[in-house]
């Protein structure tokens, strides 16, 4: 029984996965449902008193439906028309691609998700997030989600030092159509005007740490990577200055992960946290689709491992 990884063509942490599933012998199919679909995918379900049942077929493949032992989720395309079509023309066909390839792809019969789209999509929300890791019992920094002036002004009295983060990270462009991208950074409240009540915002209080940690969590493994060396407050700014150490996560900080992970309904989740100088792991986000195969081959080699062990491995799976 194949595995089936859904994923674009140009995914690195992907690849580790299919060499390690290839290096176990593991029949796999791969393929980028947006990308793919209709001109290179061909699709027939049936749906009846047995349920689901039929075929995916790629050039080379036929994917029965009956026969998917797992599926890895990672980071397909947006559905897209064909190019020949009018902007709503387009729009129907690809919504049409999209709920009817995407809901077969969601309900595979027998089929072991790591992790399932819809689940991953419920994890995606910054304040469902941090919510969650509180009744899991992480600990999390005062945050604030408002569209109110008054509100952060206020805020930013109490906490000191405000950080201020993206609730999702939309591709944005400035004013010459340059691409940017709006990292996590501690702003000044007085500069802040009316144009705050125009949408919702995340304000944080600022975490004084000395590190950044960021754990994959796979089943019921976590694998801690302490992060040193980021000049700005969001490590993503720099990678060549970074520093990677594997570090034993805490227990209590496991078993909340694993905890919130329940929650989603979850195997797998990149979390971060600020380390402070008392120890204390502070909970910032988990993405449940994160990268981790940019840390090297040390670090990275045995999260493929432990990813492929729940994809096939029956004892692995929750």
């Not at 930013?156 to 010459?176: F, H, M």
Request: glycine share 8%; charged share 25%; aromatic share 10%.
């Amino acid at each position: 029984m194949p595995v089936l990884v859904v994923s674009c063509v140009d995914d690195p942490t992907a690849d580790l996965v299919l060499a390690e599933l290839c290096d176990r012998e593991v029949p796999v199919v791969r393929f980028d449902p947006g990308a793919d679909f209709p001109h290179e995918l061909t699709l027939s379900a049936s749906v009846g008193d047995t349920g689901l049942a039929g075929s995916i077929e790629t050039a080379a493949r036929r994917l029965d439906l009956l026969g998917v032992q797992a599926v890895y989720w990672r980071h397909p395309t947006l559905y897209r028309p064909p190019r020949h079509l009018d902007e709503h023309t387009g729009r129907w066909v690809a919504d049409q691609s999209r709920f009817g390839l995407g809901g077969v792809l969601a309900a595979l019969p027998g089929a072991r998700y790591l992790n399932h789209p819809w689940r991953n999509r419920d994890a995606e929300h910054k304040p469902v997030q941090l919510a969650t890791a509180v009744t899991a019992g992480l600990r999390v920094p005062r945050t604030l989600v408002t569209n109110s002036l008054d509100s952060v002004r206020s805020f930013a009295s109490v906490v000191g030092d405000v950080v201020y983060k993206p609730l999702w990270s939309t591709p944005y462009q400035n004013a010459d159509g340059e691409a940017r991208t709006i990292w996590a950074d501690v702003i000044d409240p007085g500069t802040l005007d009316e144009r705050v009540g125009g949408a919702a915002h995340l304000f944080q209080e600022r975490v004084r740490k000395v590190a950044d940690v960021r754990v994959t969590m796979v089943g019921e493994r976590a694998f801690a990577v302490r992060i040193d060396g980021a000049p700005r407050l969001d490590w993503r700014q720099d990678y060549p200055s970074l520093t990677y150490t594997p570090v034993d996560a805490p227990s209590t900080i496991v078993r909340g992960m694993r905890a919130y992970l329940d929650a989603f309904r979850l195997d797998f989740g990149a979390f971060d946290f600020s380390l402070t100088p008392d120890g204390d792991w502070v909970f910032l986000e988990c993405n449940p689709n994160g990268q981790w195969g940019w840390f090297g081959p040390d670090i990275s080699q045995p999260i493929a491992h432990a990813i492929a062990d729940q994809l096939t491995t029956a004892e692995a799976r929750r």
